[in-house]
């Protein structure tokens, strides 16, 4: 079982729609969640932390289930500029702390 | 402000060619990473180093060695190139006395393939 899990999609919505990408991690011990953004052909850029007690930053709302191990980000209003790849990121302290990254869902926004 | 510069952007290697990726950062954190990006796979650590001088084995090391010899740069050698290690070479850094925050800063990449 992979550390960190996403559904790999693709999402297609059109825009203006709200769309629901879940994340899972195995490891209780996980301390630290995030979202972080790729664009195509693009280097990994971070879009949120997710804390304990759920977050928002705009259309952007992220969640933190500690009991089911369980991370949400929540899109509104989704617009064309919103395509990209969103991973699921995870840190863990195991001595040091170690950050795993989820394989990443695809969304695609169209018109 | 720069961030993190890699070197080259792409690259075509023959297998059994020795291959150096570039890795520069001008914002004086401790910690770097380098990770290959595969399809399916999510990004994967190949080495890290917390500070200068030190190094560390990540999930996939086989094939590849690194050096810290100071804060700024951190190079991925591959020794002699297999096709398996065809792949999207990303460098990260993160300032790791913030340990609460993590958030790790990446370059724009590297795309290897090897032939």
């Known amino acids: 079982r992979k550390e960190v899990e996403q559904d790999p999609g693709p999402f297609n919505v059109p825009e203006g729609a709200t769309v629901a990408f879940n994340c899972t991690y195995s490891?209780?011990?996980?301390?630290?969640f995030f979202w972080y953004r790729q664009d195509c052909r693009k280097e990994p850029k971070l879009l949120m932390s997710?804390?304990?007690s759920g977050n928002e930053d705009g259309r952007f709302t992220a969640q933190l289930n500690r009991a089911s191990q369980y991370i949400s980000l929540l899109i509104r209003d989704s617009k064309l500029s919103d395509s990209a790849t969103y991973l699921c990121?995870?840190?863990?302290?195991?001595?040091?702390?170690?950050?795993?990254f989820g394989a990443g869902t695809r969304l695609f926004v169209k018109a | 402000i720069a961030g993190i510069t890699q070197a080259p952007t792409s690259q075509i290697l023959a297998a059994g060619r020795r291959m150096t990726l570039r890795c520069t950062q001008d914002?004086?954190?401790?910690?770097m990473y380098w990770y290959r990006q595969d399809l399916g796979l999510g990004l994967r650590l190949i080495h890290y180093?917390?500070?200068?001088?030190?190094?560390g084995k990540g999930e996939v090391p086989d094939g590849y060695s690194v050096s810290r010899a100071n804060t700024d740069d951190f190079p991925l050698t591959l020794a002699s190139a297999v096709p398996s290690q065809t792949s999207v070479y990303f460098c990260?850094?993160?300032?790791?006395?913030?340990?609460?925050?993590?958030?790790?800063?990446f370059g724009e990449g590297s795309r290897l393939t090897v032939l």
């Open positions: 180093s917390n500070t200068a001088g030190t190094t």
């Open positions: 990121v995870v840190r863990v302290y195991t001595g040091g702390f170690k950050t795993i």
């Open positions: 990260a850094s993160s300032d790791s006395n913030r340990a609460n925050t993590g958030e790790l800063f």
């Open positions: 914002m004086r954190h401790n910690a």
């Open positions: 997710v804390y304990s």
């Open positions: 490891n209780s011990a996980s301390q630290s």
